[in-house]
């Protein structure tokens, strides 16, 4: 006989309880205004060091109204998948702006990242017959989809495309995909995106890349890795591009060759079965690509800022990672140093939240520190201050 469900609840709540022992208990703060360097909490104002809004578009006036217009136009929700009555004009207007501004051939929207690189992983890979092979600290989304796609996983040491390239050399598989974030979203590095795309040409393996955080940021014009390494579609036939970051939206996208993309469309579930992405989001998108081709001071703003984080890091021995993107990671070590960090700050006017296993391995711990073109240079002072305030949770 099955035993009662009372004694199913019993057993989540002993989980539940073990998950707060390990200190890996995960609370939900709530906002009360737009993003931006200072966001109302219950709390009261706090200068907000976690979002990724890298270049302060989420609440800007231009985006605001082209969804406005949009939902004049399209209502407010898409009422069903692309694939059957969802995808409007502000989608395919959408579409062909991304390919403009990666180079690529064709896009396609996916309502989120996480859908897109699920899609990704489980088409591409041509199931079991395919091998994927993805770095160690790729996004949660690369990995999962690799686990549902029933192809082979192997995963190489952090950057190390010689770990890599053994991994390519010996798979029997006959087809191989290779993944990678190209700025990793907890610590901020860059992945050795040259070197990846001739390892994968030279073994015949697929290379696609998740461009989520380097999308409107590196680049000279802002058009994220590819461009800033200088990687054609040739090198990097398939690119997923996020709009919840730098875009200051919501969303994402994959573009690349047509075959790719058409295949994607015949055959992604997380887009086949899921509702489309509103034409109000797809109309704000195309307002922010007219931002970063019109208002580069942003980028510019926002390297300053970042630079001067650094230099005063460097000046007090702040132990920041190494990183030169948006994102500057605070490694403290246990789960329980990054929470008292993070609360210690958080009474102190500072809101940048920890980050723990299972997002970061075990032992490393983190405050990620993000910046955005809007935070002002005192920002960073009183962040510099506040965590020195603190710093018996990160001095070695
Ligand atoms: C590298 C990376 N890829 C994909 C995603 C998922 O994107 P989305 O938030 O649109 O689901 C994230 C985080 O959100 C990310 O950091």
Request: net charge positive; aromatic share 6%.
């Amino acid at each position: 006989m099955r035993p009662p469900l009372t004694s199913y609840q019993s057993r989540i709540e002993s989980e539940l309880a073990r998950v707060r022992e390990s200190g890996h208990h995960r609370t939900l703060r709530v906002i009360d205004s737009p993003q931006g360097p200072i966001v109302k909490t219950h709390d009261g104002d706090k200068i907000n060091f976690c979002s990724n809004d890298y270049l302060g578009l989420a609440n800007h006036p231009r985006l605001r109204s082209a969804a406005i217009d949009a939902m004049d136009r399209y209502g407010l929700g898409s009422g069903a998948s692309q694939l059957v009555s969802g995808r409007s004009g502000a989608h395919v207007s959408l579409e062909e702006k991304l390919c403009e501004f990666t180079g690529r051939d064709r896009a396609i929207l996916f309502s989120t990242g996480y859908q897109a690189n699920l899609s990704i992983a489980t088409v591409l890979s041509l199931g079991r017959n395919g091998e994927i092979v993805e770095d160690r600290l790729n996004h949660a989304s690369l990995i999962d989809g690799a686990k549902l796609s029933g192809s082979r996983l192997r995963r190489y040491r952090h950057k190390d495309v010689s770990s890599l390239e053994e991994m390519l050399s010996q798979s029997k598989h006959k087809q191989m995909l290779v993944l990678t974030d190209t700025v990793f979203s907890m610590d901020g590095d860059i992945a050795p995106l040259k070197e990846i795309a001739a390892i994968s040409a030279r073994h015949a393996a697929l290379f696609c890349v998740d461009d989520a955080h380097a999308l409107g940021v590196l680049g000279e014009g802002g058009r994220g890795a590819l461009e800033e390494f200088k990687l054609s579609q040739t090198d990097v036939p398939v690119m997923v591009g996020t709009f919840g970051k730098a875009l200051g939206c919501f969303g994402a996208f994959a573009a690349g060759t047509d075959p790719i993309i058409e295949f994607l469309v015949q055959k992604a579930r997380p887009f086949i079965y899921t509702t489309a992405l509103p034409a109000t989001i797809c109309a704000a998108v195309e307002a922010a690509l007219g931002l970063l081709r019109e208002e580069a001071w942003r980028r510019e703003q926002l390297f300053d800022r970042i630079n001067y984080l650094r230099t005063c890091a460097r000046d007090v021995c702040l132990p920041l990672g190494d990183s030169r993107t948006p994102i500057q990671p605070l490694i403290v070590g246990s789960a329980a140093n990054a929470c008292a960090l993070s609360e210690g700050l958080y009474s102190d006017g500072i809101f940048v939240a920890a980050i723990r296993p299972p997002t970061v391995p075990l032992g490393t711990s983190r405050l990620r520190i993000t910046l955005s073109s809007s935070h002002s240079r005192e920002h960073i002072d009183r962040l510099i201050a506040a965590l020195l305030r603190q710093r018996k949770f990160w001095q070695r």
